[in-house]
Protein backbone atom coordinates (compact mmCIF):
# COMPACT_ATOMS: atom_id res chain seq x y z
CA UNK A 1 0.00 0.00 0.00
CA UNK A 2 1.22 3.72 -0.65
CA UNK A 3 1.39 6.00 1.49
CA UNK A 4 -0.92 9.24 1.31
CA UNK A 5 0.34 12.24 -0.85
CA UNK A 6 0.88 15.53 0.71
CA UNK A 7 -1.79 18.23 -0.18
CA UNK A 8 -1.14 19.75 -3.74
CA UNK A 9 -1.37 23.40 -3.93
CA UNK A 10 -4.65 25.02 -3.65
CA UNK A 11 -5.90 22.98 -0.82
CA UNK A 12 -6.36 23.85 2.64
CA UNK A 13 -3.14 22.70 4.89
CA UNK A 14 -0.79 23.16 1.87
CA UNK A 15 0.39 26.44 2.50
CA UNK A 16 4.05 26.98 3.96
CA UNK A 17 4.95 29.78 5.96
CA UNK A 18 7.63 30.92 3.42
CA UNK A 19 5.24 30.78 0.35
CA UNK A 20 2.06 32.69 1.42
CA UNK A 21 0.64 33.88 -2.02
CA UNK A 22 -3.20 33.66 -2.34
CA UNK A 23 -3.12 31.16 -5.98
CA UNK A 24 -0.56 28.72 -3.64
CA UNK A 25 -2.77 28.27 -0.72
CA UNK A 26 -6.37 28.12 1.03
CA UNK A 27 -8.08 31.33 2.08
CA UNK A 28 -8.67 29.77 5.40
CA UNK A 29 -4.65 28.71 6.15
CA UNK A 30 -3.28 32.40 5.44
CA UNK A 31 -5.73 34.65 6.84
CA UNK A 32 -4.48 37.37 9.35
CA UNK A 33 -5.41 35.37 12.46
CA UNK A 34 -4.11 31.85 11.04
CA UNK A 35 -1.15 29.92 13.09
CA UNK A 36 0.49 30.76 9.46
CA UNK A 37 0.09 34.46 8.93
CA UNK A 38 0.80 34.78 12.43
CA UNK A 39 4.23 33.30 12.40
CA UNK A 40 4.93 35.07 8.89
CA UNK A 41 4.55 38.12 10.23
CA UNK A 42 6.05 37.52 13.45
CA UNK A 43 9.30 36.25 11.38
CA UNK A 44 8.99 39.62 9.27
CA UNK A 45 8.88 41.74 12.60
CA UNK A 46 5.70 43.12 11.26
CA UNK A 47 2.97 44.58 13.59
CA UNK A 48 -0.50 44.79 12.55
CA UNK A 49 -1.85 48.29 12.34
CA UNK A 50 -3.55 49.16 15.15
CA UNK A 51 -1.86 46.88 17.46
CA UNK A 52 1.17 46.07 19.49
CA UNK A 53 2.68 42.97 20.96
CA UNK A 54 1.98 41.93 24.48
CA UNK A 55 -0.78 44.44 24.75
CA UNK A 56 -3.99 42.63 26.09
CA UNK A 57 -6.61 45.30 24.23
CA UNK A 58 -5.22 44.65 20.68
CA UNK A 59 -8.03 44.55 18.26
CA UNK A 60 -10.27 45.80 20.81
CA UNK A 61 -11.56 49.48 21.80
CA UNK A 62 -10.64 50.60 25.12
CA UNK A 63 -12.98 52.04 27.80
CA UNK A 64 -11.86 54.84 28.08
CA UNK A 65 -12.30 55.67 23.95
CA UNK A 66 -15.84 54.29 24.21
CA UNK A 67 -18.60 57.08 22.11
CA UNK A 68 -15.12 59.24 21.00
CA UNK A 69 -16.02 58.46 17.38
CA UNK A 70 -19.85 59.92 18.33
CA UNK A 71 -18.84 62.75 19.65
CA UNK A 72 -16.23 63.67 16.91
CA UNK A 73 -19.21 63.15 14.21
CA UNK A 74 -21.54 65.48 16.90
CA UNK A 75 -18.56 67.75 16.30
CA UNK A 76 -18.14 67.39 12.86
CA UNK A 77 -21.82 68.09 12.50
CA UNK A 78 -22.06 71.17 14.76
CA UNK A 79 -19.05 72.84 12.64
CA UNK A 80 -20.69 71.97 9.12
CA UNK A 81 -24.14 73.49 10.05
CA UNK A 82 -22.32 76.62 12.02
CA UNK A 83 -20.56 77.10 8.30
CA UNK A 84 -23.95 76.89 6.10
CA UNK A 85 -25.48 79.42 8.88
CA UNK A 86 -22.67 81.83 7.93
CA UNK A 87 -22.57 81.07 4.44
CA UNK A 88 -26.73 81.65 4.46
CA UNK A 89 -26.49 84.76 6.40
CA UNK A 90 -23.20 86.35 4.18
CA UNK A 91 -25.71 85.42 0.79
CA UNK A 92 -28.31 87.02 3.28
CA UNK A 93 -27.16 90.05 3.77
CA UNK A 94 -24.87 90.51 0.45
CA UNK A 95 -28.38 90.23 -1.04
CA UNK A 96 -30.13 93.15 1.11
CA UNK A 97 -26.98 95.22 0.31
CA UNK A 98 -27.63 94.97 -3.47
CA UNK A 99 -31.56 95.47 -3.08
CA UNK A 100 -30.67 99.10 -0.83
CA UNK A 101 -27.94 99.94 -3.74
CA UNK A 102 -30.29 99.77 -6.26
CA UNK A 103 -32.66 101.52 -4.27
CA UNK A 104 -31.05 104.20 -3.61
CA UNK A 105 -29.67 104.57 -7.67
CA UNK A 106 -33.70 104.60 -8.39
CA UNK A 107 -34.19 107.00 -5.87
CA UNK A 108 -31.51 110.02 -7.25
CA UNK A 109 -32.26 108.81 -10.75
CA UNK A 110 -36.72 109.58 -10.15
CA UNK A 111 -35.70 113.24 -8.08
CA UNK A 112 -32.88 114.27 -10.99
CA UNK A 113 -35.88 113.45 -13.95
CA UNK A 114 -38.76 114.98 -11.53
CA UNK A 115 -39.63 118.86 -13.41
CA UNK A 116 -38.90 121.43 -10.59
CA UNK A 117 -42.26 122.52 -8.73
CA UNK A 118 -41.77 126.40 -9.39
CA UNK A 119 -44.69 128.99 -7.12
CA UNK A 120 -45.32 131.97 -9.07
Do not use: N, Y
Not at 87 to 93: D, R, V
Amino acid sequence: MTPPSAPTSGTPGSCAPSSCAPSSCAPSSCAPGSRIFRARTARAGTVRAGTARGDPTSGRVRRSERGSATLQVVFAAVLLFAVFAVAILWSAISTARHKLSAAADLTALSAAQAPEHRTR
